[in-house]
C-alpha cells in the first residue's frame, strides 16, 4: 500500500512561500501524485498532479525529484484564504482503494 | 457545468430512522465515490461505482450501510437504521476514469443523527 506522510500542520504568514512535503517511498511506476485542497464545509478540490520533476499551475507548483520518493507542494505569496487541509494522493483510479484514501492531511494556518 | 450535487445539505434525524442522501454526479464522469468525514477518522472512502456498478464496498461501515447507482445521473446512499455514531459529513465525489483524473466532490450532507 503506497501510505503517504505529512505534517500534521503548518503555520505560515501572509506573503510567504509554503512548502509542503508529502514522502511516498512505496510509489509504483505508473503513480501520479495529486494534491487536493479542504475549506471548513466543503469538499475536498483539486489543486494539482504531477508525474515527475515540475508541474505549475496558476495555484501552486509541485516539485517531484527523481526518484518520486517525495513531493513537495509549494504555494507562493499565501494569503489568509488559503488556510486549509491539504492531502497528498498517490495513484490513480485504476490503482483501486489504496490510491482514494486520504491521509490526515496538513493544516496549514496562515496568519495575518 | 454545475459540479457535483448534493442533497440535502443537512439533514436531522432521530435514532432508527432511515437516511437517504442523494449525489447527481457532473455528466460524463463515470466514476462515482461516497466518502465519510468526521473529525476521528479523517475521510474515509465507503464505496465507489464505474459505469454504475459497485467497484469496492469495503469500506461501507455494516449492513446498515447500502448504496445504489441506477443510472449514470444518480446515486443514494441510505442508512437504515441510522445511530448517533453516523453523525458525520458524507460527501460524493465523481470522476472521469482516465490515467490523471482528479477527483471532483460535492459540497456534502452533514448528517446528525440524535
Known amino acids: 500500500l503506497a501510505k503517504t506522510t505529512q505534517p500534521i500542520s503548518m503555520d505560515s504568514y501572509e506573503g510567504q512561500e509554503v512548502n509542503i512535503t508529502c514522502s511516498h517511498n512505496?510509489?509504483?511506476?505508473?503513480?501520479?501524485i495529486t494534491w487536493y485542497q479542504q475549506f471548513p464545509s466543503q469538499g475536498p478540490r483539486f489543486i494539482i498532479q504531477g508525474y515527475k520533476t515540475k508541474v505549475t499551475n496558476e495555484v501552486a507548483s509541485l516539485f517531484i525529484p527523481a526518484d518520486r520518493k517525495s513531493s513537495t507542494l509549494s504555494l507562493p505569496r499565501v494569503s489568509l484564504s488559503d488556510t486549509a487541509v491539504y492531502y497528498c494522493?498517490?495513484?490513480?483510479?485504476?490503482?483501486?482503494?489504496?490510491?482514494?484514501?486520504f491521509g490526515s492531511g496538513t493544516r496549514l494556518q496562515v496568519q495575518p | 457545468d454545475a459540479g457535483v450535487i448534493q442533497s440535502p445539505r443537512h439533514e436531522v434525524t432521530e435514532m432508527g430512522q432511515e437516511v437517504t442522501l442523494r449525489c447527481k454526479p457532473i455528466s460524463g464522469h463515470d466514476y462515482l465515490f461516497w466518502y465519510r468525514q468526521t473529525m476521528m477518522r479523517g475521510l474515509e472512502l465507503l464505496i465507489y461505482?464505474?459505469?454504475?456498478?459497485?467497484?469496492?464496498d469495503s469500506g461501507m461501515p455494516e449492513d446498515r450501510f447500502s448504496a445504489k447507482m441506477p443510472n449514470a445521473s444518480f446515486s443514494t446512499l441510505k442508512i437504515q437504521p441510522s445511530e448517533p455514531r453516523d453523525s458525520a459529513v458524507y460527501f460524493c465525489a465523481s470522476s472521469f476514469g482516465g490515467e490523471v483524473s482528479p477527483l471532483h466532490f460535492g459540497n456534502g450532507t452533514r448528517l446528525t443523527v440524535t
Open positions: 461505482f464505474n459505469n454504475n456498478v459497485p467497484i469496492d
Open positions: 494522493l498517490v495513484g490513480d483510479i485504476s490503482a483501486g482503494r489504496r490510491a482514494l484514501t
Open positions: 512505496n510509489i509504483a511506476t505508473n503513480d501520479y
